[in-house]
T-cell receptor
Framework: EAGVVQSPRYKIIEKKQPVAFWCNPISGHNTLYWYRQNLGQGPELLIR????????DSQLPKDRFSAERLKGVDSTLKIQPAELGDSAVYLC??????????FGPGTRLTVL | AQSVTQPDIHITVSEGASLELRCNYSYGATPYLFWYVQSPGQGLQLLLK??????LVQGIKGFEAEFKRSQSSFNLRKPSVHWSDAAEYFCAVGPGYSSASKIIFGSGTRLSIRP
């Protein structure tokens, strides 16, 4: 069974540029999560989807971050414009309902 | 509000030695507890989880953890570490009622293995 797929794995951009990350969850998993992991820290939830509905986006900085999961399967997280402080690893996870979360390999973003 | 503390930022043990990684949590009710491992450049892999039942939980790769309600702890143990165990380990806590949808992660413990 394929795991959670994320792309790209690495991204380097200059500040004020836009960037997007893509995630394809495990087949059949209706719940999808985006996390941000700063260096030396644990992951912090940005947004959680149940099917196509964002049910928890309280930690998403909505002035520059946006996410979508239009058909309730894959998802895109966007930052526009990026700031230096956005440099981090962005992790996607999925689960069947509220069961155990399974994580993708992440996208390492460097903002110069 | 729930929280997780991993007091050890970095631990080094010799290959073949035993290991214990500490995790303390704060939660008002019965928590849902997890240990994840993250190898360099990889995502998080679930080692084990606990919600109810036997307080000693067996996981993958020879790891186990023990839930001690009186100490609000969920320490991870392994009797004999291998060089491949070098990684970052994260403890996480979620609300009870078997929900893993809103979990909080600790800041992690980096494990190094001495040859």
């Amino acid at each position: 069974e394929a795991g959670v797929v994320q792309s790209p794995r690495y991204k380097i951009i200059e500040k004020k540029q836009p960037v997007a990350f893509w995630c394809n969850p495990i087949s059949g998993h209706n719940t999808l999560y985006w996390y941000r992991q700063n260096l030396g820290q644990g992951p912090e939830l940005l947004i959680r989807y149940e099917n196509e509905e964002a049910v928890d986006d309280s930690q998403l900085p909505k002035d520059r971050f946006s996410a979508e999961r239009l058909k309730g399967v894959d998802s895109t997280l966007k930052i526009q414009p990026a700031e230096l402080g956005d440099s981090a690893v962005y992790l996607c996870a999925s689960s069947l309902g509220t069961d155990t979360q399974y994580f993708g390999p992440g996208t390492r973003l460097t903002v110069l | 509000a729930q929280s997780v503390t991993q007091p050890d930022i970095h631990i080094t043990v010799s290959e073949g030695a035993s290991l214990e990684l500490r995790c303390n949590y704060s939660y008002g009710a019965t928590p849902y507890l997890f240990w994840y491992v993250q190898s360099p450049g990889q995502g998080l892999q679930l080692l084990l989880k606990y919600f109810s039942g036997d307080t000693l939980v067996q996981g993958i790769k020879g790891f186990e953890a023990e839930f001690k309600r009186s100490q609000s702890s969920f320490n991870l143990r392994k009797p004999s570490v291998h060089w491949s165990d070098a990684a970052e380990y994260f403890c996480a806590v979620g609300p009870g009622y078997s929900s893993a949808s809103k979990i909080i992660f600790g800041s992690g413990t980096r494990l190094s293995i001495r040859p």
